[in-house]
């Protein structure tokens, strides 16, 4: 049967009047119209202007777009925001390098690793750009188009809201499971794996997150918010981990009395993420007992800072996730890490 629904819009009507208006002469299209055919879809959203612009760029970091700025009709339209805020995020970790070299903290910053961490996050982004993120909205749609229980309005500021929170809810999710689940903790693990914490971590990614990390957010598929929404909230709760992986920022309580505390009952903030992340020294401190209540995957990395992961952790990235696909890592977990690395 044909299918005569457009996402929430039923189209019979329209085909109806068209067989009655075939005989008329075409009317004068709109500029408006003219530009909707000639660019393949709906125009442009005219909410988000001077998306190339430094204030842009700076808001993105910190999730600060207004409303009307998250406003797009179709995926197509969607900017690639990493590419928006990356100036900003390129300048406030050369200003935080400076910072730690001025105070002595110099141990917190290398270049070399530095150098990795991006090299890690640039070919991350590149897998992510041409596999996995057309994978991943491939299946959103799907499920989107075929299993929605409603029908949310991508320029409503109940929609915003709802992603806002909906998008963080399933990334908390994701990222719990990546550090309970062995298997996804293997490719969590190359995050975790910098001695150095600052804002150059925050590229350290590996690609092979991205397989596990989809399924996470099909829910908000099902709820009915528009992949268009989605994609854009997913890119900035993504850029806005960026600061927070930040070893210059103290806590805001000890900046702004009052309204520190209360930013930060709400708000992810550096010193939280310090805290999740145990800087200095990620891999070693990150996992004491009286810090997190974290499960065997973690536990054993921290034996492993004794052995053969602590040779890997730093200049091999790669090579330490290997170590986490190894199956004598079984074995080590199994008798409590007394086998020989």
Same mark, same amino acid.
């Given at each position: 049967?044909?299918?005569?629904?457009?996402?929430?819009?039923?189209?019979?009507?329209?085909?109806?009047?068209?067989?009655?208006?075939?005989?008329?002469?075409?009317?004068?299209?709109?500029?408006?119209?003219?530009?909707?055919?000639?660019?393949?879809?709906?125009?442009?959203?005219?909410?988000?202007?001077?998306?190339?612009?430094?204030?842009?760029?700076?808001?993105?970091?910190?999730?600060?777009?207004?409303?009307?700025?998250?406003?797009?009709?179709?995926?197509?339209?969607?900017?690639?925001?990493?590419?928006?805020?990356?100036?900003?995020?390129?300048?406030?970790?050369?200003?935080?390098?400076?910072?730690?070299?001025?105070?002595?903290?110099?141990?917190?910053?290398?270049?070399?690793?530095?150098?990795?961490?991006?090299?890690?996050?640039?070919?991350?982004?590149?897998?992510?750009?041409?596999?996995?993120?057309?994978?991943?909205?491939?299946?959103?749609?799907?499920?989107?188009?075929? !299993?929605?229980?409603?029908?949310?309005?991508?320029?409503?500021?109940?929609?915003?809201?709802?992603?806002?929170?909906?998008?963080?809810?399933?990334?908390? !999710? !994701? /990222?719990? %499971?990546?550090?309970?689940?062995?298997?996804?903790?293997?490719?969590?693990?190359?995050?975790?794996?910098?001695?150095?914490?600052?804002?150059?971590?925050?590229?350290?990614?590996?690609?092979?997150?991205?397989?596990?990390?989809?399924?996470?957010?099909?829910?908000?598929?099902?709820?009915?918010?528009?992949?268009?929404?989605?994609?854009?909230?997913?890119?900035?709760?993504?850029?806005?981990?960026?600061?927070?992986?930040?070893?210059?920022?103290?806590?805001?309580?000890?900046?702004?009395?009052?309204?520190?505390?209360?930013?930060?009952?709400?708000?992810?903030?550096?010193? /939280?993420?310090?805290?999740?992340?145990? %800087?200095?020294?990620?891999?070693?401190?990150?996992? *004491?007992?009286?810090?997190?209540?974290?499960?065997?995957? $973690?536990?054993?990395?921290?034996?492993?800072?004794?052995?053969?992961?602590?040779? $890997?952790?730093? %200049?091999?990235?790669?090579?330490?996730?290997?170590?986490?696909?190894?199956?004598?890592?079984?074995?080590?977990? *199994?008798?409590?890490?007394?086998?020989?690395?």
């Amino acid at each position: 049967m044909p299918r005569y629904k457009t996402g929430c819009v039923d189209i019979r009507p329209l085909l109806i009047r068209q067989t009655h208006l075939q005989a008329l002469p075409p009317p004068a299209l709109s500029t408006d119209f003219t530009l909707e055919i000639e660019s393949g879809g709906p125009a442009m959203n005219s909410s988000a202007p001077g998306t190339s612009s430094w204030s842009y760029s700076l808001r993105a970091n910190f999730y600060a777009l207004t409303p009307a700025e998250t406003y797009y009709e179709v995926v197509w339209q969607v900017p690639n925001m990493v590419s928006k805020a990356l100036p900003v995020m390129i300048l406030m970790s050369l200003m935080e390098a400076v910072i730690l070299k001025l105070t002595n903290r110099k141990d917190n910053w290398r270049l070399h690793i530095a150098v990795l961490n991006y090299s890690s996050g640039g070919l991350s982004e590149a897998l992510n750009n041409f596999v996995f993120r057309g994978a991943e909205l491939s299946a959103y749609i799907w499920v989107y188009d075929n !299993w929605r229980l409603s029908c949310l309005a991508w320029d409503s500021l109940y929609t915003y809201f709802l992603s806002l929170l909906g998008v963080e809810f399933c990334f908390y !999710w !994701w /990222h719990r %499971a990546s550090h309970e689940t062995a298997l996804m903790w293997a490719a969590h693990s190359t995050h975790h794996s910098s001695e150095d914490f600052n804002m150059t971590v925050t590229a350290r990614t590996s690609w092979t997150m991205r397989p596990f990390k989809w399924i996470f957010f099909l829910p908000l598929a099902f709820l009915g918010l528009p992949p268009s929404v989605f994609l854009m909230h997913q890119q900035l709760s993504y850029i806005y981990a960026g600061w927070t992986h930040n070893e210059t920022v103290p806590k805001l309580s000890k900046v702004i009395p009052v309204l520190g505390h209360a930013i930060e009952f709400v708000f992810q903030t550096p010193s /939280h993420h310090r805290v999740h992340h145990g %800087a200095k020294g990620t891999a070693r401190q990150e996992l *004491r007992p009286d810090v997190h209540h974290l499960r065997p995957p $973690l536990r054993h990395l921290c034996r492993g800072a004794r052995g053969r992961a602590a040779r $890997l952790r730093d %200049a091999q990235p790669d090579r330490e996730q290997q170590h986490h696909y190894d199956p004598r890592l079984a074995l080590d977990r *199994r008798f409590g890490g007394r086998r020989r690395a």
